[in-house]
Nanobody, 120 residues
Framework: QVHLVESGGGLVQAGGSLRLTCAAS????????MGWFRQAPGKARECVAA????????YYSDSVRGRFTISRDNAKNTVYLQMNTLKPDDTAVYYC?????????????WGQGTQVTVSS
């Protein structure tokens, strides 16, 4: 079992930045690929970024590539999502997840989510 807790969400103006943090506990964090997903009301859940277990490679969706950066610190059991140049379309609940493969795939464990709201 992996327990995930997201933080860092909030309200920001368009063009601003936020950094989301996901703290993990339980099974060995460094064994898992990590992903950040988001879901806006009435929309499907989207994998916006993912990172391999060792941080060597990352995946980004077309909608965030060049603006968002995923990173991890295995010594701190933490994964981050740096979000720059935010747009109103980025408004959603953001979730982190732990799984076997980095990318828009199925994940085994999920956090409770953190709300990000971008005002125009």
């Amino acid at each position: 079992q992996v327990h995930l807790v997201e933080s860092g969400g909030g309200l920001v103006q368009a063009g601003g930045s936020l950094r989301l943090t996901c703290a993990a506990s339980g099974r060995t964090f460094s064994n898992y690929a990590m992903g950040w997903f988001r879901q806006a009301p009435g929309k499907a859940r989207e994998c916006v970024a993912a990172i391999t277990y060792n941080g060597a490679a990352a995946y980004y969706s077309d909608s965030v590539r060049g603006r968002f950066t995923i990173s991890r610190d295995n010594a701190k059991n933490t994964v981050y999502l740096q979000m720059n140049t935010l747009k109103p379309d980025d408004t959603a609940v953001y979730y982190c997840a732990a799984g076997r493969v980095a990318g828009p795939y199925d994940y085994d464990y999920w956090g409770q989510g953190t709300q990000v709201t971008v005002s125009s």
